[in-house]
């Protein structure tokens, strides 16, 4: 079992940093909250606690760009549909067909890693 609750430093005006814990398992968090942190948290994790939508789950959850860990590569559209009931194997689809990965301005991981 994973360990949810993963804590991180932002840096806030005039570089103050500050100590925020996410806990997927308590609570749900927005998705720009979830895209924002997205290098930080499992997307298994995400996956199984956090209510997702279509274009989310293709854009993050089932993008090989975020997939870091082996466990996340592993990912499939049947987990998918799973663990988000409400999400349909059509929407997976259509979203895929109009996915756009420049659409994303999330910086990418060694970029993050850097600051």
């Not at 398992?25 to 909250?33: A, G, H, P």
Request: aromatic fraction near 8%; avoid cysteine.
């Amino acid at each position: 079992m994973h360990n949810n609750i993963i804590f991180f430093v932002i840096k806030l005006k005039k570089n103050n940093v500050h100590m925020i814990g996410m806990d997927l398992n308590k609570n749900k968090y927005s998705l720009k909250t979830l895209k924002e942190n997205i290098y930080l948290l499992n997307l298994v994790d995400i996956l199984r606690t956090q209510k997702l939508t279509a274009r989310f789950a293709v854009h993050y959850i089932l993008n090989n760009i975020y997939q870091l860990k082996k466990e996340e590569q592993e990912i499939t559209i049947e987990d998918v549909i799973k663990y988000q009931p409400h999400i349909t194997i059509t929407s997976l689809i259509n979203e895929q067909l109009l996915y756009e990965s420049d659409a994303d301005s999330l910086e990418d991981f060694e970029e993050i890693s850097k600051k």
